[in-house]
C-alpha cells in the first residue's frame, strides 16, 4: 500500500467535474443533506460561551481559523488520500486513512460528531445505492470524510471540485451556528461567507499538496472549546 503523495499526481486530479457532476456536488454539499449536520457546532457553542466568539469580526477570524489552521492540514489532506484510495478501490488504504482520521479528533465530542456524520452518510449513500457504501454502514466507525470521499469518486465529481465543495459545507454550516449562537443577522452571516469563499481557492491548493509525514492540525482552542462542551450546562447542539 503506498501512502506517499507527490507533486506530480497532484495535476492528474485536477480537472472540473462534467455538468451532471457538479449537480451532484451540489446535492452532496447541500444542508438540505439528511445527515444531521446541523446539530453540530464543532466547538464554536463553547467559544462563544467563553466570550472568544462574540460578534461577526469575531465568529469570522473563529470559522476561518480553524479552516487554515485545521481542516487545510488535516481532513482535506485525508479527504484527498481517501479520493484516491476509493477510485483506486485500494480498501487497505481507505481504512488506514479514516483511522488515522479519528485518531486525530482531538476530543471525544468532535469524534462521536464525526462518527455521527459518517454513519448517516453511509446510511444515505446505501439506500441510494452508491457501491462500497452498504458495508461502511454496517460499521459504527467511519468518519464522515470517508463516505464524502466515495461519493464523489462514484459521482465522477473531479478531486478538487471535491475538496472545495467539503470546505464550502463546512465553512456554510459553521456561519449558520454562529447565526444562531450569537446571534447575527442573515446578512452579517453572508458577509463572512463571503469573505471566506475569497480564500477557499487558496487553502484547497494548499491542501492538495500535502505530504504525508506533514498531516496534522494545530488548533489547541478548538481541542479546549469541545472538551468544555462536554460539561457545558446549557447547549443548543451536540458539540
Excluded at 497532484?10 to 452532496?28: E, G
Amino acid at each position: 500500500m503506498t501512502m506517499t503523495t507527490s507533486m506530480d499526481t497532484i495535476t492528474t486530479d485536477d480537472t472540473h467535474s462534467d455538468p451532471l457532476a457538479m449537480l451532484r456536488l451540489w446535492q452532496l454539499i447541500s444542508p438540505a443533506l439528511p445527515v444531521g449536520a446541523y446539530a453540530y457546532s464543532g466547538g464554536m457553542e463553547s467559544a462563544i460561551e467563553a466570550g472568544w466568539v462574540r460578534d461577526e469580526s469575531t465568529a469570522q477570524d473563529w470559522i476561518q481559523g480553524v479552516v487554515s489552521t485545521g481542516l487545510v492540514h488535516l481532513d482535506v489532506p485525508l479527504l484527498v488520500r481517501l479520493y484516491r484510495a476509493w477510485r483506486d478501490n485500494d480498501l487497505d488504504s481507505v481504512w488506514y486513512w479514516n483511522g488515522f482520521l479519528q485518531a486525530s479528533r482531538e476530543s471525544s465530542e468532535l469524534l462521536a460528531e464525526d462518527r455521527h456524520l459518517g454513519q448517516a452518510l453511509a446510511r444515505l449513500l446505501s439506500d441510494l445505492d452508491v457501491e462500497g457504501a452498504e458495508p461502511c454502514r454496517k460499521t459504527g466507525s467511519v468518519s464522515f470524510a470517508t463516505l464524502f470521499a466515495l461519493a464523489t469518486v462514484r459521482w465522477n465529481i473531479a478531486l478538487r471540485d471535491a475538496v472545495q465543495g467539503y470546505l464550502w459545507a463546512w465553512c456554510e454550516n459553521q456561519v449558520a451556528a454562529a447565526i444562531k449562537l450569537i446571534p447575527l443577522g442573515q446578512t452579517a452571516g453572508q458577509r463572512i461567507l463571503g469573505h471566506l469563499m475569497q480564500t477557499l481557492p487558496e487553502h484547497v491548493q494548499q491542501g492538495l499538496v500535502i505530504q504525508d509525514q506533514e498531516i496534522g492540525m494545530s488548533a489547541p482552542a478548538l481541542a479546549i472549546a469541545s472538551a468544555w462542551h462536554e460539561h457545558q450546562y446549557s447547549r443548543l447542539f451536540r458539540s
